[in-house]
């Protein structure tokens, strides 16, 4: 073991006073000279407790905590100090980022509450509620009133150990994966079509989601649905599939018990998403337009059929550059027939941002005035965002990635084409920036742009070329023609 001398040097409090006839001079405070200790002279020990599996949950209710160390002896303890202990937890061995834990001494037992555990083990761990091995290590200091001394130094520590830890349990499973089985696979569990997750723990994001196509025939048929857990597909078993409490219901609670739940059904054809809550335990059926259309905007306005304008990854949220130069609506079609949305203002130039299906009112035209806009469209919240676009260039390593010197691009009448004059040469790359930012860029392959998306990499021989960006169809496209 490591071994190191630790003094108590008490800081001597001397009270000096400027002495005259009417003066007096205090008496200066002399202290006892304190012992010296080596960190052999406290000794510890891990708690039985400690060196088995902890389950949170059994210490939830307990007034004293969990026992995790034990202070058995302190050798010519100074007088009118006690021993004391301070714990640290981390999720790895090596202790790259620790929390500190909240730790009570009783009688010499160190002992730290459940709930701070627990709190320790979301930060380091998310939701999941499995076993888990988090490391622990312990200092040790001796404490009289507000002075403390630790013991060995800032960098000792008496006890260094893993902990099998189990946190407490939340009243609900999340399983891996769910699928979907229905009418259209023949109810075949092996068969199921699998939800999407986040790259998430799924205890941290309970939340699946899954689009499907139904066409007319399948609906005329009837089309039915069940959910089947990871584990009722490894099984085999189709009494463990999830139903719901209605079935023509689009949004409801799933009903995990056979004998009263029901299979959904969806009577419509078309694109919808299904999105599953297992921690709320609910579903939602929305219809999943992967575009949505702006009518009196564009190269079109008010001609039939609207060109898609704005896409989406969620079928919640879209964007699409839309050139607006009047009022205009957003619609879930490209024509005026059967529209499941047709969105306008909520009253007469309203300029909120919020709009309402079925209104008779157009979105007016923003303060900016005509031009080129990012349109953001939120179809839950009824939302609309736009973001005026009076710059375009290229940046990227043909220019030093200045974004505020970028390379400018000529908007066309429209502002649906924009085009420059660039130097490349083969291990060229850059972006389209948007008003001397990075906030709107443009990225990915020529045929196919997106926001966010990678550098653009055209690898052409070095020489002048004429750049083409295109704005009026998604996908959003690029061109380069040799100058």
Request: net charge negative; glycine share 10%; charged share 20%.
């Amino acid at each position: 073991m490591k071994k190191s001398k630790i003094f108590f040097a008490l800081i001597p409090a001397m009270c000096l006073m400027s002495c005259d006839d009417k003066s007096s001079l205090g008496i200066p405070v002399v202290n006892e000279q304190p012992p010296v200790l080596d960190t052999e002279s406290m000794q510890v020990a891990l708690t039985a407790a400690a060196q088995a599996p902890i389950s949170l949950d059994e210490y939830k209710d307990s007034p004293t905590g969990i026992p995790v160390l034990e202070v058995t002896d302190v050798v010519d303890c100074p007088e009118g100090y006690k021993p004391s202990i301070k714990a640290q937890i981390s999720a790895t061995e090596t202790f790259e980022s620790v929390i500190d834990l909240p730790v009570t001494m009783d009688e010499n037992v160190a002992t730290i509450k459940a709930d701070d555990w627990e709190a320790a083990h979301l930060e380091m761990f998310g939701r999941n509620p499995k076993q888990t091995t988090a490391y622990m290590r312990f200092a040790g200091y001796l404490v009289k009133g507000s002075t403390e001394v630790r013991m060995g130094g800032n960098d000792y520590y008496y006890v260094t150990a893993p902990m099998i830890v189990t946190p407490y349990a939340l009243g609900f499973v999340v399983e891996p994966s769910y699928y979907l089985v229905g009418t259209f696979n023949e109810w075949q569990l092996a068969d199921g079509i699998k939800f999407k997750h986040s790259e998430k723990d799924v205890y941290d994001d309970p939340v699946f989601t899954l689009t499907v196509t139904i066409t007319p025939a399948q609906a005329s048929q009837g089309w039915e649905w069940l959910i089947a857990p990871q584990s009722a597909v490894e099984s085999g078993n189709a009494n463990e599939m999830i139903g719901v409490a209605e079935s023509d219901s689009l949004a409801g609670e799933l009903v995990y018990d056979g004998a009263t739940q029901q299979a959904g059904r969806i009577a419509d054809a078309g694109d919808w998403m299904i999105t599953i809550n297992i921690e709320k335990g609910t579903y939602d059926i929305i219809s999943a337009f992967p575009n949505l259309y702006t009518p009196g905007t564009g190269r079109e306005g008010w001609t039939t059929p609207f060109k898609p304008s704005l896409s989406t990854t969620d079928f919640n949220t879209y964007e699409g550059f839309v050139y607006i130069f009047q009022g205009w609506k957003i619609t879930t079609g490209p024509t005026w027939n059967d529209l499941a949305g047709n969105y306008g203002a909520a009253a007469e130039n309203d300029k909120s941002g919020s709009v309402v299906n079925g209104s008779n009112e157009n979105i007016p035209m923003p303060d900016e005035g005509a031009g080129l806009y990012l349109v953001n469209f939120n179809l839950g919240k009824l939302l609309v965002k736009t973001t005026f676009i009076e710059n375009i260039g290229l940046v990227g390593n043909i220019n030093g990635w200045n974004e505020k010197e970028n390379i400018q691009l000529t908007p066309s009448a429209d502002f649906l084409t924009w085009t420059g004059t660039v130097d490349l040469a083969p291990d060229s790359e850059f972006k389209f920036n948007m008003n001397k930012g990075w906030d709107i860029n443009l990225g990915g392959t020529p045929d196919e742009l997106k926001q966010g998306g990678d550098n653009i990499k055209p690898g052409l021989a070095a020489g002048s070329y004429t750049v083409t960006l295109e704005l009026g169809s998604i996908p959003y496209t690029c061109s380069f023609a040799k100058n």
